[in-house]
């Protein structure tokens, strides 16, 4: 009768110990002893509900051929033991790892990654969405491709899709090894069950209805910095990224617990100590060269504060940071998907669209119309002011009679003007006639526009004139 610590299992009474991985989708199944983890790359695509089901089911000859596999590797798991045995970190911010779970844990590395990481479902991040990650050695998961990268990136950039959870020269392959990283995709219902409870209380408001329904866990336990030595070996990272989603909405939970060193000894840094002028990068780059987010602390000497800092605005236990990753942001203001073939613009918070081939009025409102849109109307200053600016573009001050039609008209009743969605246009709020516009409306003359030729004030044409537009619409629900 094998005799086991309270984390591993006993499996058919075989010594040494072992853990089975979790779930039937697991693809790599460990067997684990007291004294070490060790991944059993020979079982790569073979799942336990099949040797369970074996077990109950077959005849003893089965069982016994299964139990002689099974030795095999144990034997295989205790010759090739490369680990001590290391003990998770009690924090309460911080998800099951390590012994214990079906975490997959990666070969030591410096500028390494781990293989490419299939994903049962897409996860939304920052607008797009990914079938797969990476998980990087210097301390980011990443998404389209691996990120072996050593130095922080001045974010926003452009194609690097990284969760950067503490970016700097980590480095795991000394001799001892010097840190674990491992990972896992869980679709687990007591996980979920928390991811749930964590988002519900983090943002009562906005998503007290969320309910999590896959998440993916990578923890980096106690990892040592590149250049380290001696004493300085000592000096250990632990932290934990979260990704959480109900297949719409997602979410990336940000765990420390322990922050001894700043980076690595490249980029300026002292290997002696683990800090220097480029402390690491706790960011998120959505890969557009447009949308990140940053925490304060990011390349900053308060790092070292990050395992007690709270979040003024989310709450949640100390060390966490939490941020909405479907959606992308710009700095700390959430954004929000645009329907295809909408920008968001400036402000955030509504999408417009160009109709850049000329239409009669009635064309383009019902171009509009299709998206479930409506023609932009101008109804402040604000809003006139902004409208420009997007329209960036186009120069101005040249080509009168170009421009677009703003969805207000007066042909129901010549001189009482009217958006297009009924409400009567009211001078006093807004206007910005252009010179002798007015003086010019007459009954052929019932739509209005901004010219360009006036620098987008506005003037009045027939209906049937052909001018570009502008299509408003709503964000996307997700
Ligand atoms: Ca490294
Ligand atoms: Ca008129």
């Not at 499996?11 to 853990?19: I, K």
């Not at 950067?164 to 491992?182: C, E, L, M, Q």
């Not at 007290?208 to 000592?234: C, K, L, P």
């Not at 990224?241 to 000894?265: E, K, M, P």
Request: glycine share 10%; net charge negative; with cysteine.
């Amino acid at each position: 009768m094998c005799s086991c610590d309270l984390q591993f299992e006993c499996f058919l009474s075989l010594e040494p110990c072992y853990l089975l991985a979790e779930g039937d989708a697991a693809t790599t199944w460990r067997a684990s002893t007291r004294n070490s983890v060790q991944r059993l790359r020979l079982f790569k695509g073979f799942k336990i509900s099949d040797i369970l089901k074996s077990l109950q089911s077959s005849s003893e000859r089965r069982v016994d051929k299964m139990r002689g596999f099974i030795l095999t590797a144990c034997l295989l798991a205790s010759l090739a033991v490369t680990s001590t045995q290391i003990t998770p970190v009690s924090n309460a911010a911080f998800y099951p790892y390590g012994p214990g779970t079906s975490d997959i844990l990666d070969d030591v590395g410096d500028d390494s990654s781990s293989a490419e990481q299939s994903l049962s479902i897409s996860f939304p991040f920052f607008g797009n969405s990914y079938d797969s990650l990476w998980v990087n050695t210097n301390g980011k998961i990443s998404f389209g491709e691996r990120e072996t990268g050593l130095s922080p990136i001045t974010f926003p950039a452009e194609d690097k899709k990284i969760i950067a959870v503490y970016f700097t020269d980590i480095k795991t392959n000394y001799s001892p090894r010097s840190g674990h990283i491992f990972h896992r995709e869980t679709t687990d219902a007591g996980i979920l069950a928390r991811a749930t409870t964590d988002i519900q209380t983090a943002f009562p408001a906005e998503y007290g209805g969320f309910v999590a329904t896959w998440a993916y866990i990578s923890t980096f336990h106690e990892v040592a910095f590149f250049g380290s030595s001696g004493a300085s070996r000592d000096l250990r990272n632990t932290f934990q990224l979260v990704l959480i989603t109900d297949g719409c909405r997602s979410f990336a939970l940000f765990n420390y617990d322990r922050i001894d060193f700043l980076q690595g000894s490249t980029n300026g840094g002292d290997g002696s100590t683990g800090t220097g002028p480029n402390p690491a990068q706790v960011e998120i780059n959505g890969g557009d060269g447009i949308h990140y987010t940053r925490h304060p602390y990011s390349r900053t000497t308060d790092l070292y504060d990050l395992p007690t800092w709270t979040d003024p605005a989310v709450p949640g236990p100390p060390g966490r940071w939490y941020r909405r990753t479907d959606q992308p942001m710009i700095g700390d203001d959430p954004g929000q998907l645009c329907p295809s073939g909408y920008t968001m613009n400036n402000n955030g918070d509504k999408c417009f669209k160009v109709q850049t081939h000329p239409l009669d009025y009635s064309t383009a409102m019902s171009g509009c119309a299709e998206d479930g849109a409506e023609m932009f109307n101008i109804r402040t200053q604000d809003a006139n002011e902004r409208i420009i600016e997007e329209l960036s573009l186009y120069q101005c001050g040249t080509g009168y009679g170009r421009g677009f039609w703003i969805g207000l008209t007066d042909a129901d009743a010549e001189g009482t003007f009217v958006w297009e969605d009924g409400t009567p246009f009211d001078a006093s709020e807004y206007s910005n006639w252009a010179p002798g516009a007015l003086a010019a409306n007459d009954e052929t003359r019932n739509c209005v526009y901004m010219d360009k030729g006036y620098c987008w004030q506005w003037d009045i044409q027939s209906c049937d004139g052909k001018k570009k537009s502008i299509c408003i619409n709503d964000p996307a629900a997700c």
